[in-house]
């Protein structure tokens, strides 16, 4: 027994250092994923002993899920660099085989990132690379 109080007392001795902004700011978005909504972020946040004003849970809104795992506010965004990269080269009127290639995506990967393409004029641009000789 005695051991364990001694134990005990050593750790209330120990010095706590508040958290930094990069840790508080990463607690803060792992809590506003498991939030339900505003009120339940600011709760939460709150209980936490993060900062919970407004200005901080307007930053965090656009993490808020729904019980599907959608978010509730703002444009989805691609799952991962490669998927976001592909999106990008789309958009840019790269052509699909050309992208998967380039990035080795699979088929899976590659229609994911076509949902985040934007619907624009016709792709002159792959129009003009493929009349070029040996493309760009």
Sequence with gaps: MFTDMKEALEAEALELTPLG??????ASLVVAHQARDKDDLADLL????L??????LVTLLPHLTTPDGTPTTG???PANAFTATAASML?????????RESLGLSESELAEALQFT?????PVRAAWR????GGL
């Excluded at 900062?51 to 901080?56: A, K, L, M, R, T």
């Design 75 to 77: 444009d989805t965004m």
């Design 118 to 122: 934007t619907p624009t004029c016709p």
């Design 21 to 26: 902004s990069g840790q508080s700011a990463a």
């Design 51 to 56: 900062p919970c004003g407004e200005d901080d």
């Design 46 to 49: 709150g209980a936490l002993g």
């Design 130 to 133: 493929s009349a070029v000789p």
């Design 91 to 99: 958009n840019n009127s790269d052509g699909p085989e050309h992208v």
